[in-house]
């Protein structure tokens, strides 16, 4: 898995790209520190290249939505696949996400 993280404009931009399965988490978790620095503001997760999830990386994005709502901020999901959207609505992530 990769994850590529910059600033634009206002948000924090956290390209996923790849399988985020327990052995990625794993390597994310370093990445995960520097983006709840930044939990005051918007936190965006772009997901138009991320092609599976496991319940380890659902975990890292409700730990990345607790230290945003600990701290005034925001989790923003962008362009989920189909194949992730399915994983959210199974297990009630797309009633927790501001997804776009």
Do not use: H, W
Request: charged letters at 25%.
């Amino acid at each position: 898995m990769e994850v590529n993280i910059y600033k634009q404009n206002k948000e924090v931009v956290a390209e996923l790209v790849g399988r985020m399965d327990t052995p990625a988490t794993q390597e994310f978790a370093p990445q995960l520190e520097a983006l709840t620095k930044d939990a005051a503001g918007t936190i965006v997760l772009d997901c138009k290249n991320l092609t599976y999830i496991s319940s380890s990386g659902l975990r890292i994005f409700l730990t990345l939505r607790k230290a945003a709502a600990e701290k005034g901020g925001r989790v923003v999901v962008r362009s989920i696949r189909d194949e992730i959207r399915s994983v959210f609505m199974m297990t009630g992530f797309l009633n927790l996400f501001d997804i776009e």
